[in-house]
């Protein structure tokens, strides 16, 4: 779970669910393919705007680390969800 990848509680802020994004049904599985911090960092940056400053405060990554998990986190989704819909 995500709370492994933290070293101390932490608080993350109420969404409602109005406000979150429409995804395809795809991306659910697709993301469960992912690596823990991948997921965290994609959901976190993508999926809730959260700036990646904010998310490597959160995770005590640094800023580069988390632009690699958000990269390679969004390559593999690209790569996954673009063979769902050519497959």
């Known amino acids: 779970s995500a709370q492994r990848l933290l070293r101390r509680p932490v608080r ?3 969404v409602d ?10 991306l659910a599985p697709a993301l469960e393919e ?4 991948q997921r965290v960092v994609v959901v976190l940056v993508g999926g809730l705007q959260w700036r990646q400053r ?5 995770l005590e990554l640094s800023e580069s680390t988390v ?4 990269q ?8 996954v969800l673009e063979g769902a819909h050519h497959g």
Request: charged share 25%; glycine share 2%.
């Open 54 to 58: 904010e998310v490597a405060e959160l």
């Open 34 to 37: 992912l690596s823990e911090q």
């Open 17 to 26: 669910p109005v406000q979150l994004p429409e995804v395809m049904p795809e």
């Open 72 to 79: 390679r986190g969004l390559a593999h989704l690209r790569e």
């Open 12 to 14: 993350l802020p109420h």
């Open 67 to 70: 632009r690699t998990h958000l």
